[in-house]
């Protein structure tokens, strides 16, 4: 024996490398073998005493090496015709590899090998016989082959020859009949003793006696040398048998040198399959991803641009979409995998179609908690870097949540306050709590808006570490008619606006085939920071189908063709459906393992006879139908139970129906491949197999049966485990709630239960309706145990059981409220009042109504509402509500407030009595944009809170009417001083009851409108921050749209940087887009996107993008006009006009600017009662002394006077921070333009000076560009010129590019010379610098 055969110094990675067809990851992921490093398959270094493994990894590689060598040199000699005959002499044949260094890696390659080519005119078969000696020797690493195993292998071969050559296959054709007669008499089961004398026959034949005699080339080698595996004596049989004329000898034997190379590739590329022997010989699929190469390319693609940071930087959104059984799923759970080695967190969201807690927010909550899970094995078993990121991660989460955020996630996610140290308390634990029951309809909105708004900003802050995520949302198994949260779309759209989470972020979605069944991307595509890209999942190619029939026999696919030909006939390449087929064809005997080969064998004539549905289903119930019946019973009571099944509470159900031994059964259910187990529980393979399962029991039965199920769940309760208790009391309810018909309200003739029975159904179903909502958020869970607890409720229940009738009717209305299922809940609503016993019970109802016409945009059918409830409560408004009597109340409420102080409020008598309680409630739910669209009506309602506040003392809402009664006196009696007083007393008593949920109605009154009188505006803004972050916790939405939308107006007026007023005003915008089903927000959607053309007018920012994502800036004009001219609401066309008036007086366009500002005026009171109003009074100002100037125009001059004596009493009485540089600017226009030069100058540098204290740069730029114009106007043209470039440098800093770069132009206004004229406008246009303009000025103008 050699010392050393097939000995390969390098690892065989690199040849595997230079013959794989995919990238290495590819394979990976299809291979499922994810921990690279530690790669099986890597050939190792052997020696003579190595292990048999070991050596036959090497020896395939040399394999593949050598006959390479052999095709090679076959074809460079010009021997490869069909006259030319290829002895390799194994007695001479030496191998040898050579190893070669290529920079830092090495390869190995074959460096000698004899190889005898002789001329003959002979077939080339030979070729494949002596390769097969060859191969015989290197595998079992022999010298030689015995002269006895010679011997016969030669005989086999010629008479492989003879037949060939003769054209004579009778002895296969005989072989093939008699195994086919074989398999045909198992198949139709003969009776007993026919079949055997037939076979008897057959066998008596004399050709098939003489055919016996000769052993077959297999037999031979595995007789000679056992400790081959089968598959390589499978392989070397077939070589020595093998032809190169396209024609095979036998069934398996080798046509061509490249089939040999193919069938050496598997071997190399998966040992564990297709060289070494089988430890169990079973059909195994594994874990492997089949035929889905070009899928995983994709996808892995996009994840190494998340990872590598050299993507598009934009959210990645991969909708998979493909027919059940498609194997959706997997392939992205096999890449979920292997990104989890490579650093990336992989999370799943998934539905149960058996569960009704199946709304999005709670898929995603379920998904969040694994990760927290998973964060905690990571903090005990990671290493420095995975500490780091779970520090950062709950240092990120606190400080985006805080306290109170945590604290409220935390019962839906329990994990989180463990990663993050905050302990809860255990009345926070307890779902039950009162102070968890949502009471009021808009309290049920804002509590699921929280939420939302919580766990986008969590997903936020875990994004933003940097790990990068892939999110799966699997829907395959969404139920029918589930109602479906418009939340992934929010979540998504929340992180597409933030650059630091989106570029972390793979979200992918599994639907069915159908684009309705998934997300509706439409709206999100559109923000140009997202990626959307569609994988279409179809059946199997035959290739792919035959990869994976091959793999899962362990056979060579040249082997498997001919069955996966059928199979994929028979299955149309639906993977579900190959398994089941295969499944079958094993148990009709029609694939048999022989023990003998050690391999799967078949009968291609036979197999197509196996009788097969049309569809997997069929398929599924054909094989359901065949277990034993006790098994099949147990499994139908499994699938009432949905995809999964806990172990132990279905024991419980021992018993139950005749059903016994149901861990007994359950494991034949493992075995049979319909169920899968992990640890006590119990999975259906596919959502498909629970669905046959189920769906064997005719409807009626099955109500029943869910019945029955659940009430002896509650009836073994005791003896249940007391980990599962609240498990199986949420279970044994859902079951009873399946046993109504089709879910459906109403009687129920086919289920018979007592009225007793149904009270206490109802009773469980309302307390488990809300503890879905305060424990989960979950309002479709909610909606489906209200909607059964109404249906258990007996005939006489609104009259035996009151109570209970109204509160599940309430709550249901408040779920149709929170879902805006509007018209249901106008008609629930209006039934209900008729049921109602009491005015309480009535005002509940009218709440709910109120709230709904609100959101509805029905604003005059809800003040009439809002009216009659108050009227029925005793506190009616007046019946005209018209300027002159808000005038007068007011002056009496100012008269009659104007005596409080804040530290009186914060002791003042708290209100008692539920009456005016509810009153305040009542007014306390109008939204703030009422205070804009009927500012008349808005004043009566605070000031008749204001009044139930003082008589009958206070209550939360006394801060709103407080903030709100303060913005009617600056309005309306234009008492500054007074309604900042107002503002002050509100602010002090929101910090008494501290009720967030009110903070937005309070905070923007007094920050946006009042406080702006004595305070700085920056400050201002940094209080109307601070409600935007705390009423976005607190859920309110709709308060939170507005209030944004009157921040950034204060950041604009304060010089906030507009590259991120832009983004901020563009992110409002999606916002109020992606909510427009609130059809309350459709004017202030057009007056907020007119902001954001206003802002981009500013930085000269082209249109075209924004109008691409939503309308163009005429379009959102004319929907402005068309609003004003439906509603008649004069802050919508105030503001228009004050659009235009801003873009006007940006270019100097001053005569239309000031025409705007005139039509501005006349719909509001002149003053400066809004920031909006700051703006148009300030720069009015300006216009009026620049055009008395220029145009000598009469009573431009008293138009600047009007406007500077506006300010100057603001900078005298109310902020000097806020109003001095403006006042200071205009009285500096005033003495230019009066020709008080000196002190004009003294002037403008004051105001330049309290500008830039102040921190106004807009302003600042502003006074530098008019001080600028003054000094050249009146001859200091050097002087002018440093200041103009002033300016310009703080124009282009507070980003109005437009603005800087037309700052020298001015220049062409104000040259006296007109001789050069021409030539400076020449060189602006040209671009030329602006100091060189100056310079041409300087030179040719004498002062």
Not at 111 to 122: F, I, K, P, R, Y
Not at 216 to 227: E, G, K, L, M, V
Not at 900 to 906: A, V, Y
Not at 1073 to 1085: D, I, L, P, R, V
Request: proline residues 3%; negative net charge; aromatic residues 8%.
């Amino acid at each position: 024996m050699p010392s050393k055969w097939a000995t390969v110094e390098t690892a065989g990675d690199n040849v595997k490398k230079r013959v794989s067809t995919w990238p290495q990851k590819v394979s990976d992921v299809a291979k499922g073998e994810f921990n690279v490093n530690g790669d099986n398959n890597t050939i190792q270094e052997t020696t003579s005493t190595a292990d048999d493994k070991a050596y036959h990894q090497n020896a395939v590689v040399v394999a593949y090496l050598l006959v390479q060598h052999i095709m090679g040199a076959a074809q460079s000699t010009g021997y490869g015709n069909g006259s030319t005959k290829i002895n390799v002499d194994p007695n001479s044949i030496k191998v040898i590899l050579r190893v070669e260094e290529e920079g830092a890696s090495q390869s190995c390659s074959v460096d000698s090998v004899s190889v005898v080519l002789e001329s003959s005119t002979g077939t080339q078969r030979s070729i494949f016989y002596s390769l097969g000696e060859v191969l015989l020797i290197l595998f079992s690493r022999h010298e030689t082959i015995t002269p006895q195993c010679r011997t016969t292998l030669l005989s086999r071969q010629e008479s492989l020859n003879e037949r060939h050559e003769g054209a004579n296959c009778a002895a296969d054709t005989f072989d093939s009949f008699q195994d086919t007669m074989q398999r045909a008499l198992l198949f139709l089961d003969l009776e007993e003793g026919g079949g055997d004398t037939m076979m008897d026959d057959l066998y008596n034949l004399p050709e098939k006696r003489e055919r016996t005699m000769t052993p077959s080339t297999f037999s031979t080698i595995c007789a000679n040398y056992p400790t081959l595996p089968m598959s390589v004596c499978r392989l070397i049989a077939d070589v020595m048998e093998g032809t190169n004329g396209g024609v095979a000898l036998t069934k398996t034997s080798f046509t061509s040198l490249e089939e040999v190379l193919e069938d050496l590739k598997r071997m190399m590329f998966e040992p564990n399959v297709f060289l070494h022997n089988p430890s169990d010989p079973k059909i195994d699929f594994g874990s492997r991803l089949y035929g889905r190469e070009e899928e995983t390319s994709t996808i892995l693609s996009v994840v190494d641009g998340i990872s590598s940071g050299q993507g598009s930087g934009a959210l990645e959104i991969i909708s998979v979409y493909g027919y059940s059984g498609s194997g959706k799923s997997f392939l992205v759970n096999q890449i979920g995998r292997y990104i989890s080695t490579k650093g990336w967190i992989f999370l799943e969201g998934k539905f149960d179609r058996m569960k009704q807690s199946n709304a999005p927010i709670s898929v995603m909550m379920s998904a969040f908690e694994n990760y927290f899970v998973t964060l905690e094995s990571i903090k005990c078993w990671g290493g420095s870097d995975d500490l780091s990121y779970c520090y950062k991660v709950a240092t990120k989460i606190t400080e985006a949540l805080g306290p109170d955020g945590i604290d409220s996630l935390s019962r839906f996610i329990p994990s989180l306050n463990r990663l993050v140290g905050i302990e809860v308390t255990d009345n926070d634990r307890d779902g039950n709590h009162q102070s968890n029951i949502v009471r009021t309809g808009e309290e049920s909105t804002m509590y699921e808006q929280r939420i939302e708004y919580l766990l986008c900003v969590l997903v936020d802050a875990i994004l933003s570490v940097g790990r990068p995520i892939l999110l799966l949302y699997d829907a395959n198994t969404k139920c029918e008619g589930l109602v479906e949260s418009e939340f992934l779309q929010k979540l998504l759209k929340h992180i597409a606006d933030r650059a630091s989470s989106r570029e972390h972020l793979l979200f992918i979605e599994c639907c069915g085939k159908q684009e309705s069944e998934g997300l509706d991307t439409s709206t999100i595509a559109s923000h140009d920071s997202v990626n959307v890209s569609r994988i279409d999942i179809g059946e199997f190619s035959k290739p792919a189908l035959n990869d994976a029939i091959s793999y899962a026999l362990r056979l060579p696919p040249r082997v498997t063709a001919p069955l996966s030909e059928i199979i994929h006939i028979k299955t149309m390449g639906n993977i579900l459906f190959v398994i089941q087929f295969m499944k079958s064809l094993e148990k009709s005997k029609m694939l048999t393992y022989n023990l003998s080969e050690r391999q799967w064998v078949w009968d291609t004539d036979i197999v197509p006879l196996q009788r097969t549905s049309d569809s997997v289903a069929g398929l599924l119930m054909s094989k359901l139908l065949n277990l034993n019946k006790s098994v099949l019973d147990c499994l139908i009571m499994a699938s009432c139970f949905g995809s999964q099944i806990n172990m132990p509470i279905m024991e419980l159900l021992d018993g139950l129906r005749g059903v016994t031994n149901i861990g007994k059964n359950l494991v034949i259910g493992v075995e049979e491949g319909i169920l899968e187990k992990a640890g006590p529980l119990y999975m259906f393979s596919h959502n498909s197999l629970q669905r046959t399962v189920y769906e064997i029991t005719p409807q009626n039965i099955r109500n029943q049966l869910h019945l029955d199920i659940g009430s002896t769940l509650i009836s073994k309760s005791a003896s249940a485990p007391q980990e599962v208790i609240e498990e199986l009391f949420s279970v044994a309810l859902s079951h009873i709630n399946k046993s109504l018909p089709n879910g459906e309200n109403g009687q129920s003739n086919e289920i018979n239960l007592s009225p007793s029975q149904r009270g206490v159904f109802a009773k469980l179903n309302l307390k488990a309706g809300q503890k879905a909502i305060s424990n989960s958020a979950d309002f479709a869970l909610a909606k489906f145990h209200l909607n059964a607890g109404m249906a258990f409720l007996p005939e006489q229940c609104w009259h035996d059981q009151y109570d209970l009738a109204f509160n599940l009717h309430i709550e249901y209305a408040n779920v149709l409220l929170v879902q805006r299922e509007y018209e249901e809940l106008d008609t629930h609503c209006k039934v209900l009042l008729l049921k109602a016993r009491c005015v309480e019970d009535q005002i509940k109802i009218h709440e709910l109504l109120i709230a709904y016409l609100f959101r509805s945009g029905k604003f005059p059918e809800a003040l009439e509402h809002v009216r009659s409830v108050l009227g029925t409560l005793g506190f009616p408004l007046p019946t005209t509500v018209d300027k002159d009597t808000v005038r007068a109340v007011l002056e009496a409420l100012r008269n009659a407030a104007s005596g409080f102080t804040p530290e009186q409020m914060r002791t003042f008598p708290l209100m008692t009595e539920e009456v005016p309680k509810q009153a305040m409630k009542i007014m306390g739910s109008v939204p703030i944009l009422l205070t804009f669209s009927s500012p008349t009506f808005a004043a009566m309602i605070a000031c008749q809170m204001t009044q139930l506040s003082i008589q009958h003392g206070l209550c939360a809402e006394s801060a709103v009417a407080f903030g709100n009664l303060g913005f009617a006196i600056n309005s309306v009696l234009q008492d500054f001083n007074c309604g900042y007083a107002m503002g002050n007393l509100g602010l002090a008593i929101f910090q008494r009851f501290k009720s967030n949920t009110l903070i937005l109605k309070t905070y923007v009154p007094i920050f946006g409108f009042l406080k702006s009188w004595k305070e700085p505006l920056q400050s201002c803004s940094e209080g109307l921050c601070y409600a935007v972050h705390e009423g976005s916790l607190a859920g309110d939405r709709g308060s939170v749209f507005l209030a944004k939308a009157v921040l950034n107006r204060h950041l604009l007026v304060n010089g906030c940087k507009l590259s991120e007023l832009r983004m901020k005003q563009e992110s409002l915008c999606r916002e109020m887009m992606y909510n427009k089903q609130e059809k309350k927000f459709g004017a202030f959607f057009y007056q907020s996107l007119g902001d954001l053309y206003t802002i981009l007018s500013l930085i000269g920012e082209p249109d075209d993008r924004v109008a691409s994502i939503f309308i163009s800036r005429e379009e959102c004009e004319k929907a402005l006009l068309e609003n004003y001219s439906s509603t008649k609401n004069t802050s919508v066309l105030q503001l228009f006009y004050y659009h235009r008036f801003i873009q006007s007086f940006a270019v100097r366009d001053f005569e239309t600017a000031l025409n705007y500002c005139e039509e501005y005026d006349k719909l509001g009171s002149g003053i400066i009662a809004r920031i909006t109003d700051v703006a148009t009074v300030f720069f009015s100002g300006v216009i009026g002394f620049v055009l008395a100037r220029k145009s000598k125009q009469d009573g431009m001059l008293d138009i600047g006077e009007h406007r500077r004596m506006q300010l100057q009493m603001w900078a005298d009485h109310g902020s000097k921070w806020n109003a001095e540089n403006k006042a200071l600017l205009l009285q500096a226009e005033k003495y230019y333009t009066t020709g008080n030069l000196d002190q004009a100058k003294a002037s403008y540098e004051a105001s330049v000076k309290s500008a830039r204290e102040h921190k106004f740069i807009n302003e600042e730029a502003l006074a530098y560009e008019l001080y600028g114009i003054f000094r050249v106007e009146t001859g200091h043209l050097e002087n002018g010129k440093e200041l103009l470039r002033k300016a310009q440098s703080l124009y282009a800093e507070w980003g109005a590019m437009k603005k800087a770069s037309e700052v020298f132009p001015l220049i062409l206004d104000i040259l006296p010379n007109t001789d050069i004229l021409g030539n400076v406008s020449h060189m602006v246009s040209q671009g030329v610098e602006p100091d060189k303009v100056l310079q041409t000025v300087s030179d040719s103008t004498q002062y």
